[in-house]
């Protein structure tokens, strides 16, 4: 049997907006084509994402946000749903199936299917808030995820570890101060958002690192850190939101992480799923904008997470 799970979205194409987006539709078209060219792929277990339903959605956000979200659907084209966050036809659809995904996989762990999970779905999620867009991100997958474990799954304690170079204001927003979730947090400061550093609930633990930080300085900065954050914890489950923008060849990020930082952080993570809950991890595709260096690391994640 595959210990990891890999969760595909029923069209590589959706989400439709420009491919000058660097966001754009040909990043986990990028990560699949990696997976197979190395023959990982066919370690893996394979499924579609299936839409999210809308109890899994008001978990997270406003009833009256999804509904604007419906009204500002255009027909074709595309609008900005938020500053640089443009919204096609399709992106609803896209959304809803990026957390159902997220659903997808906790249950897949949780029944012991498998061991882990990584969800290469768009747009991504961790900036979204409870009531607003931001940040290339309409729902948040990992916050709804986090949720359905807690509320569907008997969850006590989460851990949400983001080691994407962006803090993740809308996962802060939607789960900080909740007592079963702790959110762990890598990013560098200051950066975009620039919004949720001071603003810190108890749950959160920040770890800032200053541009041009190197995988030295980010290992030994951040090791004890995350060690400590989640030990104390205890979770029985951790969730991943796995941006790979820290990379060094990232055109959104300033640190310089390489490939072999992201299969470090995976390793790392294991070791203490390993510890506290069996192993169970999903992780989530947040960012990541440079098509070679986002296949690479989330390659080197992936590999991680199989034990290989
Ligand atoms: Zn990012």
Redesign the pocket.
Known sequence: MSATLFVSQSLVDHHSIPPSHPESPLRPLSIETILRQSGLWSDLGHATAVPADTNALLRVHTARYIEQLHLITPKKGTILAAEDTPMASDTLHAATEAAGAGIMAVEAVLRGDYKNAFCAVRP?GHHAEPTKSK?FCFLNNIAIAAQHAIHCMGIKRVCIFDF???QCNGTIEALGNNPHVLIVSTFQHPLYPFSHYFNQPANVVNIPLQEGCSSIEYRRHCESKIFNAISQFRPELILVSA?F?AHQDDP??GLNLIEEDFDWLTRLTKDLAQTYCQGRIISML??GYDLEALANSAHAHIRALTGK
């Open positions: 991504p940040g994407d170079v962006h941006g923008d959104l990020g947040e960012g």
